[in-house]
C-alpha cells in the first residue's frame, strides 16, 4: 500500500471514531447508523487493498467492490429516504434503489463479469444518488417549516453535499478517463483520491458541527 491509500483508510477511521463518539448527537436513527456505514467503508477498503498490495502481487480486487455495491445502494437509498421528508419523493428514492438492486443483478448475471470492475451499476447508481441530492436541495430550499435547523448545523446536508460533489466529479472523471491521460501518467486516478478526500472530509465535518435538534432550535 502506497502512502496515499493509507491516509486516505486513517481519514475513514477518523471518521468512525468520531461519529461513534458524537453518536448520541445524531438524531434520525439514519445518521446513527452512518458511523457503522463509515466502519463498513474501511474494512472492506482496507481489505481490498491487502489483497492487492499484501496478498497477493497486484491483483485485481475489483470483485470486492463489486461484492459491496448493492450494500452501498441499499444504505444510500435508506440515508436518502430518512433525511427527506416528503412522501412523493421518498416513493422515488425507494423506486430508484430498487431499480439500482435490480440492475446490479442483471448487470451481474447478463451483461459485464464480475471479476472486472461493473461499471455500468456504479454510473446508474450515480446518477441515482446525484438525482437524489438534488431532490433534498430542492426541498431544503423550498422548506418553510419552522423547525428545520440550519444546514450548516446538520450532518445530512454535509454529508449528502459530499455524496452529490463526489459521484458528480467520479463519474465525470471515468466517463472521460482517456483525457486525463499525459505522458502515459493518469492524472484520473489522483482525482479520483482527491474527491474521495474531500467527500471522507465532508463525512467528518458534518459529524463534527452537527447540532442536535433541539439546541439547534434554541
Same mark, same amino acid.
Given at each position: 500500500?502506497?502512502?496515499?491509500?493509507?491516509?486516505?483508510?486513517?481519514?475513514?477511521?477518523?471518521?468512525?471514531?468520531?461519529?461513534?463518539?458524537?453518536?448520541?448527537?445524531?438524531?434520525?436513527?439514519?445518521?446513527?447508523?452512518?458511523?457503522?456505514?463509515?466502519?463498513?467503508?474501511?474494512?472492506?477498503?482496507?481489505?481490498? %487493498?491487502?489483497?492487492?498490495?499484501?496478498?497477493?502481487?497486484?491483483?485485481?480486487?475489483?470483485?470486492?467492490?463489486?461484492?459491496?455495491?448493492?450494500?452501498?445502494?441499499?444504505?444510500?437509498?435508506?440515508?436518502?429516504?430518512?433525511?427527506?421528508?416528503?412522501?412523493?419523493?421518498?416513493?422515488?428514492?425507494?423506486?430508484?434503489?430498487?431499480?439500482?438492486?435490480?440492475?446490479?443483478?442483471?448487470?451481474?448475471?447478463?451483461?459485464?463479469?464480475? %471479476?472486472?470492475?461493473?461499471?455500468?451499476?456504479?454510473?446508474?447508481?450515480?446518477?441515482?444518488?446525484?438525482?437524489?441530492?438534488?431532490?433534498?436541495?430542492?426541498?431544503?430550499?423550498?422548506?418553510?417549516?419552522?423547525?428545520?435547523?440550519?444546514?450548516?448545523?446538520?450532518?445530512?446536508?454535509?454529508?449528502?453535499?459530499?455524496?452529490?460533489?463526489?459521484?458528480? %466529479? %467520479?463519474?465525470?472523471?471515468?466517463?472521460?478517463?482517456?483525457?486525463?491521460?499525459?505522458?502515459?501518467?493518469?492524472?484520473?486516478?489522483?482525482?479520483?483520491?482527491?474527491?474521495?478526500?474531500?467527500?471522507?472530509?465532508?463525512?467528518?465535518?458534518?459529524?463534527?458541527?452537527?447540532?442536535?435538534?433541539?439546541?439547534?432550535?434554541?
Amino acid at each position: 500500500m502506497n502512502s496515499v491509500t493509507i491516509i486516505l483508510l486513517g481519514i475513514i477511521l477518523l471518521g468512525v471514531v468520531i461519529g461513534l463518539y458524537r453518536w448520541h448527537k445524531l438524531d434520525l436513527p439514519v445518521l446513527k447508523l452512518f458511523p457503522y456505514f463509515l466502519l463498513f467503508q474501511f474494512i472492506y477498503q482496507l481489505f481490498a %487493498s491487502l489483497y492487492s498490495f499484501v496478498f497477493t502481487d497486484h491483483a485485481s480486487n475489483h470483485f470486492i467492490f463489486n461484492g459491496v455495491l448493492p450494500v452501498n445502494i441499499l444504505f444510500f437509498g435508506v440515508l436518502f429516504h430518512g433525511v427527506i421528508r416528503n412522501p412523493t419523493t421518498r416513493k422515488i428514492i425507494i423506486a430508484g434503489t430498487v431499480l439500482n438492486l435490480v440492475f446490479f443483478f442483471i448487470d451481474l448475471f447478463f451483461i459485464q463479469d464480475f %471479476s472486472f470492475l461493473m461499471t455500468y451499476p456504479r454510473t446508474t447508481m450515480s446518477v441515482s444518488l446525484v438525482v437524489f441530492a438534488l431532490l433534498y436541495f430542492h426541498e431544503l430550499i423550498k422548506s418553510d417549516r419552522g423547525y428545520d435547523i440550519n444546514p450548516v448545523r446538520n450532518a445530512a446536508f454535509w454529508i449528502v453535499t459530499g455524496i452529490f460533489f463526489f459521484y458528480l %466529479s %467520479s463519474t465525470l472523471t471515468i466517463i472521460f478517463w482517456n483525457y486525463f491521460v499525459v505522458n502515459n501518467v493518469y492524472f484520473g486516478s489522483v482525482m479520483m483520491r482527491v474527491f474521495a478526500f474531500i467527500l471522507y472530509s465532508m463525512y467528518i465535518a458534518g459529524i463534527l458541527l452537527h447540532r442536535p435538534y433541539s439546541r439547534a432550535n434554541q
